[in-house]
Nanobody, 125 residues
């Protein structure tokens, strides 16, 4: 069993920054590629960013490219999402997820086996 716990969400003004963290426990963090997704009420869960096990490959949604950075610290079993230049459209619940295809940085939410409970990010205009 794998547990993922997100933290770092909150309320921020447009143009500001937040850093989300996702702590993984229960099984070796060194088995998984990791992803971040976001969801607003009434809409599907959207891909934000992903990173392979080694950290050597990352992928970003076009809407966040150049503003968000995904990274991981395998020694701390934690993945991060640094979010800069935030916009009101970034308001959502943000979820981290683990994919046992450690070599992949998938945009497809169906490939991720484990999910956190989510953390709310609200960007005011």
């Amino acid at each position: 069993q794998v547990q993922l716990v997100e933290s770092g969400g909150g309320l921020v003004q447009a143009g500001g920054s937040l850093r989300l963290s996702c702590a993984v426990s229960g099984r070796s963090f060194g088995r998984y590629a990791m992803g971040w997704f976001r969801q607003v009420p009434g809409k599907e869960r959207d891909f934000v960013a992903a990173i392979t096990l080694s950290g050597g490959t990352t992928d970003y949604a076009d809407s966040v490219q150049g503003r968000f950075t995904i990274s991981r610290d395998n020694a701390k079993n934690t993945v991060y999402l640094q979010m800069n230049s935030l916009k009101p459209d970034d308001t959502a619940v943000y979820y981290c997820a683990a994919d046992d295809r450690w070599f992949a940085a998938s945009r497809n939410s169906r490939t991720y086996e484990y999910w956190g409970q989510g953390t709310q990010v609200t960007v005011s205009s």
